[in-house]
């Protein structure tokens, strides 16, 4: 009977614990909630930030704004990855080219966009020397950029039906809220915007402003063929298959190029030189009007960091009446536009993102010819308003010269 009793007790103690355990698990899991709920409400789209966190693979636990940062990029970063998958199904529907170039470019922007907060995370982990809260913003604004210029693209040639169902407002607001909390997080960086910048090192800086640069190429083009190669696309190729990522030098003959080149994402620390502005010239007339996107009709499309440029022109010839027509669009971080030319009339200038640095330039166009997301800086350059067709801008622009 005693030992009936004796087991009979423990029994209503070990029930007694399992509530008590369920009841503080319970309170715990509430406190979480709450707790994530609050960091939540601090940022542009609360609930979007809620929903996500509920619904992600991660658990998190916050003491910290910085770790509220960490914990807003992963959910960015795991709905791009839900985004791209979206798009890539979109081929399906590629029905004609215009849904077919738009495709091409928000597949490629979702990518990179995947590829900008994965360099923020690893960047604010436990990597030596870590990123910095400047560093973060530029990469994060990227991610951003890459998602409104798909949008941008499909009303470029009327498919943002097509679009829509893959390209939500979700992404966007994700990393909106990443953006805000680094924000809060920023601060001041010197520049050095009275010279060249300081991501150009000391020796880079000599080697860009001495007349040998040309003799350290490592590949050279030249249109008659007495060269590595014809092309400058041939070139870059060939410099995207190389095994080491140090300053790799293209040296671009005289010579008039009518070609499309692109430096893609992997494609780093590039240098294309010149033989002066007047002489090497890159050239097509790719257009909005002619069925691109404004992002995709540039001549010029450079996503490599650390890209140089110095002495060529780049041109699109598409003309006033053809809209929206890009000479060179840039989203390389860190890069450089040393003794260029830019010439083409709408839309001439696609800083689309990152942080790049122009000096000593000339930038010729009419309407919005200089536009773009990017942290961009013009030093001792000039900047030419070429006359538009008659009536396609509020302005009269008869009085500057050719």
Same mark, same amino acid.
């Given at each position: 009977?005693?030992?009936?009793?004796?087991?009979?007790?423990?029994?209503?103690?070990?029930?007694?614990?399992?509530?008590?355990?369920?009841?503080?698990?319970?309170?715990?899991?509430?406190?979480?909630?709450?707790?994530?709920?609050?960091?939540?409400?601090?940022?542009?789209?609360?609930?979007?930030?809620?929903?996500?966190?509920?619904?992600?693979?991660?658990?998190?636990?916050?003491?910290?704004?910085?770790?509220?940062?960490?914990?807003?990029?992963?959910?960015?970063?795991?709905?791009?990855?839900?985004?791209?998958?979206?798009?890539?199904?979109?081929?399906?529907?590629?029905?004609?080219?215009?849904?077919?170039?738009?495709?091409?470019?928000?597949?490629?922007?979702?990518?990179?966009?995947?590829?900008?907060?994965?360099?923020?995370?690893?960047?604010?982990?436990?990597?030596?020397?870590?990123?910095?809260?400047?560093?973060?913003?530029?990469?994060?604004?990227?991610?951003?950029?890459?998602?409104?210029?798909?949008?941008?693209?499909?009303?470029?040639?009327?498919?943002?039906?097509?679009?829509?169902?893959?390209?939500?407002?979700?992404? &966007?607001?994700?990393?909106?809220?990443?953006?805000?909390? +680094?924000? #809060?997080?920023?601060?001041?960086?010197?520049? !050095? *915007?009275? $010279?060249?910048?300081?991501?150009?090192?000391?020796?880079?800086?000599?080697?860009?402003?001495?007349?040998?640069?040309?003799?350290?190429?490592?590949?050279?083009?030249?249109?008659?063929?007495?060269?590595?190669?014809?092309?400058?696309?041939?070139?870059?190729?060939?410099?995207?298959?190389?095994?080491?990522?140090?300053?790799?030098?293209?040296?671009?003959?005289?010579?008039?190029?009518?070609?499309?080149?692109?430096?893609?994402?992997?494609?780093?620390?590039?240098?294309?030189?010149?033989?002066?502005?007047?002489?090497?010239?890159?050239?097509?007339?790719?257009?909005?009007?002619?069925?691109?996107?404004?992002? &995709?009709?540039?001549?010029?499309?450079?996503?490599?960091? +650390?890209? #140089?440029?110095?002495?060529?022109?780049?041109? !699109? *010839?598409? $003309?006033?009446?053809?809209?929206?027509?890009?000479?060179?669009?840039?989203?390389?971080?860190?890069?450089?536009?040393?003794?260029?030319?830019?010439?083409?009339?709408?839309?001439?200038?696609?800083?689309?993102?990152?942080?790049?640095?122009?000096?000593?330039?000339?930038?010729?166009?009419?309407?919005?010819?200089?536009?773009?997301?990017?942290?961009?800086?013009?030093?001792?350059?000039?900047?030419?308003?070429?006359?538009?067709?008659?009536?396609?801008?509020?302005?009269?622009?008869?009085?500057?010269?050719?």
């Amino acid at each position: 009977m005693k030992r009936n009793t004796t087991m009979a007790t423990m029994a209503r103690l070990f029930a007694a614990f399992i509530f008590f355990s369920a009841m503080l698990s319970f309170a715990a899991s509430n406190s979480a909630e709450d707790d994530i709920a609050w960091w939540c409400n601090q940022t542009p789209h609360p609930s979007t930030c809620i929903y996500f966190t509920s619904h992600s693979s991660h658990n998190f636990s916050l003491t910290h704004r910085s770790q509220f940062r960490i914990m807003s990029v992963k959910l960015a970063l795991e709905r791009a990855l839900v985004a791209q998958g979206q798009v890539s199904q979109l081929i399906q529907n590629c029905k004609n080219q215009h849904r077919r170039t738009v495709w091409s470019d928000c597949l490629k922007l979702h990518s990179n966009t995947i590829l900008q907060l994965n360099r923020t995370l690893i960047g604010l982990g436990n990597t030596r020397p870590p990123c910095t809260d400047f560093d973060a913003q530029t990469w994060l604004s990227t991610a951003l950029t890459n998602i409104q210029t798909c949008r941008a693209g499909s009303l470029d040639l009327n498919v943002s039906d097509f679009t829509m169902p893959a390209v939500s407002k979700n992404l &966007s607001e994700l990393i909106s809220n990443a953006l805000a909390i +680094n924000g #809060v997080l920023l601060a001041a960086e010197d520049n !050095n *915007t009275q $010279g060249f910048p300081v991501w150009l090192s000391r020796e880079n800086r000599r080697l860009l402003q001495s007349t040998s640069t040309t003799a350290k190429a490592s590949l050279v083009v030249a249109k008659n063929g007495l060269a590595d190669f014809r092309t400058i696309q041939a070139a870059l190729d060939a410099a995207s298959r190389r095994s080491s990522k140090t300053r790799f030098i293209i040296h671009v003959k005289s010579g008039v190029y009518t070609e499309n080149i692109e430096v893609r994402a992997n494609s780093n620390n590039i240098w294309l030189v010149g033989d002066g502005l007047r002489n090497t010239i890159i050239t097509s007339s790719r257009s909005v009007g002619a069925g691109y996107t404004t992002y &995709s009709s540039a001549t010029a499309g450079i996503d490599g960091l +650390n890209f #140089v440029a110095r002495g060529i022109t780049f041109r !699109n *010839t598409a $003309g006033p009446q053809k809209g929206q027509a890009v000479a060179l669009r840039s989203s390389s971080d860190l890069s450089v536009f040393y003794r260029c030319s830019f010439q083409g009339y709408q839309d001439t200038l696609f800083v689309h993102s990152q942080r790049q640095f122009f000096r000593e330039c000339y930038i010729y166009g009419t309407i919005d010819f200089i536009f773009g997301n990017a942290a961009v800086v013009f030093q001792n350059s000039i900047i030419f308003v070429r006359r538009p067709f008659t009536g396609s801008g509020k302005y009269d622009y008869s009085t500057r010269p050719e």
